[in-house]
């Protein structure tokens, strides 16, 4: 334990001298914050409340891209060859890896909750209990996934793809970047065996429908076992020396880790729970946004002088 806690309190010491980290664990999320309260949902506390799911997720996912170029960094540069020699071991390196991780996501998640409390005026966060839980196990399951990324790959040039061919997926699937009742059905039916759809849909139904635990204890079972799954695998391919390689039949047994999802979509693939879910917030939204509308339409009628007012009120 303490040798885990040492190494852990070292990682976060050498992310926060880090520009790359200040960039991707806090410009950019920040950015992408704003991008959707601001610009997406245009401050409507409704809209906000409603993409604040989406912002948490990306911040979330993240994870495994920053874990996975670090541990490749550390084993080319030969840093984790010096800590071959310490009493620490191959869990200690990689749990702490996560913790550290951990630590650093979500500071950055309590802002970006905070900000739409206050700045969009969002009414209600919905069940944090719910989102503390899929936020810790989705940053932990994610991390884990770049800890085998890491494993699996011998150059930053591997990794580099590697981590590209899974984001790209990840992100514009899950509906974290395009609302997920937009896409086709076949692409939807896919999405299905994805870990960030549910990550995606459970801060959704966390924030917005106030869910508590026990309504997303099959979304967060599965992550938890998806932790525990690239965990170990992590924990068996993991290489000190640059040197060391894996056989390539290594490779396959990370196609294990996929077993949680695998079975999750299969169940929703038949049982269409999450589709039908969507479906129903988007036209939740819809029938919100009709009714203001209207409400803007009567008012209007009621007093057509009202915008010319409201207009001459806003000129200096």
Aim: glycine share 6%; net charge positive; proline share 5%.
């Amino acid at each position: 334990m303490t040798n885990l806690l040492t190494l852990t309190r070292m990682r976060v010491r050498l992310a926060l001298r880090n520009k790359m980290f200040f960039f991707f664990s806090i410009v950019m999320p920040m950015g992408f914050f704003f991008l959707y309260a601001g610009v997406f949902a245009k401050s409507v506390p409704r809209e906000v409340a409603a993409l604040l799911g989406p912002v948490i997720g990306l911040n979330v996912m993240g994870s495994f891209w920053g874990l996975s170029a670090t541990l490749v960094t550390f084993r080319e540069q030969g840093i984790l060859r010096r800590f071959h020699v310490t009493p620490a071991t191959a869990v200690d390196m990689l749990l702490s890896s996560i913790l550290a991780n951990y630590v650093l996501t979500l500071p950055t998640v309590i802002v970006e909750l905070l900000l739409a409390k206050f700045l969009f005026h969002v009414p209600s966060l919905g069940d944090l209990s719910s989102v503390l839980l899929l936020v810790s196990l989705g940053t932990t399951s994610f991390g884990s996934l770049g800890l085998v990324i890491a494993s699996v790959t011998n150059t930053m040039q591997e990794t580099q793809v590697l981590n590209q061919l899974l984001w790209l997926p990840l992100i514009f699937l899950s509906g974290a970047t395009i609302p997920f009742t937009y896409l086709s059905a076949t692409v939807q039916n896919i999405a299905l065996f994805l870990p960030a759809t549910y990550l995606v849909h459970g801060l959704k139904q966390a924030i917005v429908d106030s869910f508590g635990p026990d309504k997303l204890l099959l979304i967060l079972g599965s992550l938890a076992v998806w932790f525990v799954l690239t965990l170990i695998l992590s924990s068996q391919l993991f290489r000190w020396e640059p040197e060391a390689k894996i056989p390539r039949k290594a490779k396959l047994y990370v196609l294990a880790t996929a077993i949680p999802f695998l079975l999750l979509g299969m169940w929703e693939f038949k049982y269409g729970r999450v589709i039908a879910e969507e479906k129903v917030a988007i036209q939740r939204l819809d029938q919100a946004d009709r009714a203001e509308r209207k409400t803007r339409q009567k008012d209007k009628q009621q007093d057509p002088d009202a915008t010319d007012r409201d207009d001459s009120d806003q000129k200096p």
